[in-house]
């Protein structure tokens, strides 16, 4: 390897310990993974809402979001009940537990590298997705698998280009 290859390469494990040095500080500060948070602020943020409904949000996929509404729901933080006109239909919605959790939690890194990233150029910004972009291509399957919702660009999403399955 040459040394455009170990910068490269120690960018990159420098941007997965700071996500897991950020998961790890969220999990000890309120008890709960990077993506039970996001669901809770999904739920929060959609109101009377269906899995389906959040694992589009959260972007992963209906049964991971069964899961973790699963393990939310047994902590007491949500709760489940059926739609009154149409009794197929379950929602999800915050107990006062789970919305005192989603106070306590500090920002998502997602929300730290937005703020930041909205900073920068227009250029640049443009830039640093087309690279990203390209580098989750390079990372060949692994980067199709289901995106993990650790940075999440929410607002921004429909301003930058047609996105493929980033992870």
């Known amino acids: 390897m040459n040394s455009q290859d170990d910068k490269l ?17 969220l999990e ?3 008890g709960l993974t990077t993506p ?12 009377e809402v269906t899995t389906a409904r959040i694992a589009a949000r959260v972007s992963l996929s ?12 047994a902590r007491g933080l949500i709760e489940r009940y059926r739609n ?20 306590k939690a500090p920002p998502l890194l997602d929300t730290i590298f937005v703020t930041a ?19 989750a291509m390079l990372m060949g399957p692994a980067a199709s698998a289901e995106p993990a919702p ?3 660009l929410g607002e921004i999403a429909p301003a930058l280009p047609a996105q493929q399955d980033v992870a």
């Not at 390469?9 to 500080?25: E, M, P």
């Not at 039970?36 to 109101?47: H, P, S, T, Y």
Request: hydrophobic share 45%.
């Open 9 to 25: 390469l120690g960018s990159l494990r420098r941007i997965i310990r700071a996500v897991d040095l950020h998961s790890k500080r």
């Open 28 to 30: 000890r500060e309120t």
């Open 36 to 47: 039970q948070v996001l669901v809770l602020m999904a739920i929060r943020e959609l109101g």
């Open 62 to 73: 209906q049964a991971t979001v069964t899961t973790i509404v699963d393990r939310l729901v």
């Open 84 to 103: 009154t006109t149409d009794r197929r239909i379950v929602h999800s919605r915050l107990t006062a537990t789970g919305e005192a959790a989603l106070a």
């Open 117 to 135: 990233f909205r900073s920068l150029p227009a250029s640049e910004r443009d830039g640093l997705v087309a690279a990203l972009e390209r580098v």
């Open 150 to 152: 650790l940075i999440d």
